[in-house]
């Protein structure tokens, strides 16, 4: 399909990228044989390039492939036998010039990028001669659940926002790094003139939306894909939907129904992504965080069983590291009752899909919100918008950890550890008159009195 449109045959497309930093996993030249001649076999007759860290180049698979190089601050030795070492023919070039860092939950503060020594950065690179493409020139966010990960010595779970402290923020306004880059790159426009610096996109605080009625989750598994049943934890990407592709993103529930004599549970390999909560009989047990083994007492019941309820959170694949391989969203385990490993599970697929959300509020049956309930639930609400829609913010500050929809539309997730404290609601995702607000909130912080609230903003808090 793409060799149709390479500019050898009229069309726009001027290079292809072989892998992508493939000299930080390995020196399989093999490998990158194959994907070289699955390229050519395909009719691909263009520029062929890899990008990788300046600091572990791979080998060179052939003359007529040009290496290009990413990073922040190169050092002018390291440049210098970069540019030694180049091919005088091919041109200089930083495929990803990071200008910003993306962030992760529970961090003090958002990844910055000094613009000043940026813009230096930028100037050396276009005075050796590179070409620089800017990584990120605008963010943008990780609405639904995009989001991704890294995990080398820990595990770290990216924020919502993606506004990375690139020239344009998150919701597309001009910042002083803009300005700066635009005042090096005014030296290279051979002639022409720069277009004019655009204007703030208008943005507005449309104030609180109470959210007033709830709907505890697990009153909703009813609503969902009849579940897998399995004698083990199974992960998203073994349960039998999506055409066998499995679960893609969203939360898994496993559930599992043990005798009213049983006394303990115990959780093993609850590591930083093994994020949720353990429910008995409907009610709110215990949080699963950073645990090699977590052990807790049934509390009593009058009940003839426990029915036993434990919702996994998908924090986000890794997107790079050597974790790359690993990739399974799951409850790690094993989960014990008494030592005894050996349960039938029902594991359901909690996905969020509009269906789902639809169903839900029409079917389910809603309460007055409550002040102290732990238990995760949906809540649900309304905020009047007079006039046409502009971009806003919505401050989730008062809320623990969740989702938040708006007219349907996943807009990402939330979390009080911060640093974000606002997502981003783009005009087009509201209209004039009543919008409809939904959130799954998981871990409703203590409260002494009141309801909590979302305050739609003019400005972000990230």
Known sequence: MLAELQANRGGPIIAFQIE???????EDI??????YNSFRRRGIGELLI??????????????DVLQ????DIFGDES????IANHNPEYPLMVTEFWVGWFTGWGEKERATRDA?????????????????????????????????????????????????????????DVTEKYKLFRGVLSGYTFGRQLP??????????????????????????????????????????????????????????????????????????????????IMVNNQHLHNLRNYNKLTLSLPYTDAEEYVIDILYEGLGRVNYGPKLDYQRQKLIGPVSID????????????????????????????????????????????IEIKGNPKDTFADMSNWGKGILFINQINLGRYWNIGPQQTLYVPSNVLRMGINKIMIFEAEMPSRSAGLPVINFVDKPIL
């Open 50 to 63: 890899t990008s990788d860290g300046i600091w572990k180049l791979p080998s060179v698979l052939r003359p």
């Open 196 to 277: 004019p610096i655009p204007q703030d996109i208008p943005t507005e605080s449309y104030g609180e939306a109470s959210m007033h009625l709830y709907l505890p989750l697990l009153d909703t598994v009813v609503y969902l894909p009849y579940p897998a049943k399995a004698n083990k934890l199974l992960s998203m990407e073994q349960l039998p939907m999506n055409l066998n592709g499995g679960q893609r993103f969203g939360y898994l529930l496993y559930r599992t129904r043990v005798k009213k004599e049983s006394t303990q549970i115990s959780i093993e390999n609850c590591f930083q992504n093994q994020t949720g909560l």
């Open 116 to 172: 000043e020594l940026m813009t230096n950065m930028l100037a050396k690179l276009l005075e050796k001669g590179f070409s620089v493409n800017i990584y990120m020139f605008h963010g943008g966010t990780n609405f639904g659940f995009t989001n991704g990960a890294l995990h080398f010595e820990n595990y770290t779970t990216h924020i919502t926002s993606y506004d990375y402290d690139a020239p344009l923020t998150e919701n597309g």
């Open 339 to 382: 030592d005894d490993s050996n349960l039938a599970w029902k594991i359901y697929a909690i996905e969020f899909q509009p269906s789902f959300l639809s169903t839900a509020e029409a079917g389910g049956i809603w309460k007055r919100m409550p002040t102290k309930e732990r238990i995760p639930m949906l809540v649900k609400g309304t």
């Open 79 to 82: 440049l210098a036998k970069f």
């Open 68 to 71: 290009t190089i990413n990073g």
């Open 20 to 26: 992508n930093e493939y000299g930080s996993y390995g």
């Open 30 to 35: 093999k490998y990158m044989k194959y994907i």
